[in-house]
């Protein structure tokens, strides 16, 4: 092989890669970025059913308890960016909601999806659960 064919195959290598590792870049933090909401989504449902669990099993408790509760589970997620509430309780129910809002790390991943008030780089996540009462004091 010549040295000329071999330095312009070398160049083309080089093209390749520099085409090829945005792309491949992009894909690999949106699986990140989808694990993470994933993993958010399921702390957030665990938790709720905790909560609604605690609060079915002591209906006479303080709501603060029951958050207490719910965010036992909701460790990784930033503290300002939830909001727990009992939003669907009956007098036979105990009902916890959570919403919490998702920020996408990868700026380009962010900008396909927007929340509820039409903020880009934004989901709202939401999850509720409901468990009747053990006993109805």
Request: aromatic share 12%; with cysteine; charged share 20%.
């Amino acid at each position: 092989m010549s040295r000329k064919k071999r330095s312009a195959e070398l160049g083309q290598d080089l093209i390749e890669y520099a085409i090829t590792l945005p792309l491949f870049m992009a894909i690999i933090f949106g699986v990140l970025d989808f694990g993470r909401g994933i993993y958010y989504l399921s702390a957030m449902y665990q938790g709720a059913r905790d909560g609604a669990r605690y609060g079915s099993v002591h209906p006479e408790a303080p709501f603060t308890e029951v958050v207490a509760q719910v965010e036992h589970w909701l460790i990784g997620l930033d503290p300002t960016l939830w909001e727990i509430g009992t939003g669907c309780s009956t007098g036979t129910t105990s009902c916890v909601t959570v919403k919490y809002t998702f920020k996408a790390v990868t700026p380009v991943i962010g900008k396909f999806f927007e929340d509820e008030d039409g903020v880009k780089n934004q989901l709202t996540l939401r999850t509720s659960s409901t468990m009747p009462l053990e006993y109805i004091p």
